[in-house]
């Protein structure tokens, strides 16, 4: 794959956008690069139908110069009424092959490297979902999914998610662990500072957000705390929280791009947000925060 490109354009990111809503359907018909040069970060959620996916990709990837892709939980849902069985690690590599089909990067590709504005970067789509120890302390996670069923805060996940050929989503989460780790130390070194594009956040929950707990076990892994230490990271993208905003931690820049649902956006802000600009980047603050209720992402 070629990585040379001119020094202009964006490095752009949204993620949550959700498009089963018209509204945000509208949105995501209006999203453009505000030059030819520019890239865009989709961290997860795009959709659930494999048709309305499919139709926000071919839009997205005939605008931009280059668009990268990770899922989202939504992305590997099966939702009602939905024509295919696809489920899995099926579903994810069909989603795969439609991304490499347009010329979508996946977290199954090489690393590209940005060149652009505020460049250079290393792109790093990571896929990893959630393995529930991200519960109340002192808890199993029997005794936390309990407390989530007795308190009506289940995500869908449960239902309509599937980890197959994994025996659990658990199991499903480790195994990414692994090879993304592996592929993090073998082809991070030498190259210049990353730009992880996660679809959950690496470090739950996020300075300032307030934190329901016994949804926050849908939200990722305790395994990754450490990761924006551990890696050459310098820009941390993700979603899932319907909560968009900036904080520090440790010098890295924590970017949640989330869209959301239209009742979230609405009250907030009359309209959704554009993507946020990810590079040309600011200069490192102190630590802070938007913070928000945690949604059933």
Known sequence: ???????SGRLLAIS??????????DHLASVRPTSPDDWLLLAGDVGERLSEIEWALTLLAKRFARVVWTPGNHELRIPPGDPTDLRGEQRYRHLVALCRSLGILTPEDPYAIWRGQGGPAT??????LYDYSLRPEGMSKQESLAGAFASGRVSPDEARL???PYFSTEAWCHARLRYTEQRLRQELPGRPPAIFVTHYPLDFPP???AVDPFYAQWCGTTATRDWHRRF????????????????WDDGVRFEEVSVGRPEEWQPRDGAPAPPRCILPGPAPVGTGSTSSHLSHA
């Open 232 to 247: 050459p990271v310098e820009t941390v993208v993700y979603g899932h929280l319907h909560s968009p905003g900036t904080h």
């Open 162 to 164: 599937f980890s197959d």
């Open 1 to 7: 794959m070629q990585d040379f490109q001119p020094e």
């Open 123 to 128: 792109i790093v789509p990571v896929f990893l």
């Open 207 to 209: 300075p300032g957000f």
């Open 16 to 25: 949550d956008t959700h498009v089963r809503f018209p509204e945000n359907r």
